[in-house]
């Protein structure tokens, strides 16, 4: 079957860090670019970073750039994604998500998502 | 970035019924890059359609999308039960991928 897992997420105070793992199974996994989205509580889905198949290209939205770091392993086809300096404002469910065939951007698997709370 | 508004927010009817969804964007998508996603409580976002008309593998032939541009639609011929959720645009022609606010579809 294939599908992502992700890990990782926990209560954290504002300005600490936090790492999170997204482990695929069941896909040729450094064929694909994969991404990070988030949802906080009652909103919709934000696109927070990406990386190719490689891990040579990464991309991040302008509300993580600097804090986050995305990057991934494909000898142990997982995803990774460390947070520093976290806010408030990031305190949402964290989904892992894989990019489509025909493009990268539109994402065709998702995880079941880790909730990352920020708060004191 | 290209901010999508959805209407309407939500949108009350009976199972059988059509439901049509609209997604609006501030400028144009390109190459009609929108996607619609479909998601549960307690579940993550499931891919419907792509490329603005593409059904994703397995999406039953009552989902189907439309438009170009800004003016995008998703549209549930007949609503079956399993259809009642939140549904969600995305653009993805042009970095950073954005999503709408969503429309929830809730029995009347």
């Known amino acids: 079957e294939v599908q992502l897992l992700e890990s990782g997420g926990d209560l954290v105070q504002p300005g600490g860090s936090l790492r999170l793992a997204c482990a695929a199974s069941?896909?040729?996994?450094?064929?694909?670019?994969l991404s990070w989205v988030r949802q906080a509580p009652g909103k919709g889905p934000e696109w927070v970073s990406g990386?190719?198949?490689?891990?040579?290209?990464?991309y991040y939205a302008d509300s993580v750039k600097g804090r986050f770091t995305i990057s991934r392993d494909n000898s142990k086809n997982t995803l990774y994604l460390q947070m520093n300096s976290l806010t408030v404002d990031d305190t949402a469910v964290y989904y892992c998500a894989k990019a489509g065939v025909y493009a990268t951007g539109y994402f065709d698997l998702w995880g079941r998502g880790t909730l990352v709370t920020v708060s004191s | 970035e290209i901010v999508l508004t959805q209407s309407p927010g939500t949108l009350s009817l009976s199972p059988g019924e059509r439901a049509t969804l609209s997604c609006r964007a501030s400028q144009s998508v390109s190459s009609s890059y929108l996607a619609w996603y479909q998601q549960k409580p307690g579940q993550a976002p499931g891919l419907l359609i792509y490329?603005?008309?593409r059904r994703a593998t397995g999406i039953p032939d009552r989902f189907s999308g439309s438009g170009s541009g800004t003016d995008f639609t998703l549209t549930i011929s007949r609503l079956e039960p399993e259809d009642f959720a939140v549904y969600y645009c995305q653009q993805y022609g042009s970095s950073p991928w954005t999503f709408g606010q969503g429309t929830k579809v809730e029995i009347k």
């Open positions: 069941g896909l040729t996994f450094s064929t694909y670019t």
């Open positions: 490329g603005a008309s």
């Open positions: 990386v190719s198949g490689s891990g040579g290209y990464t």
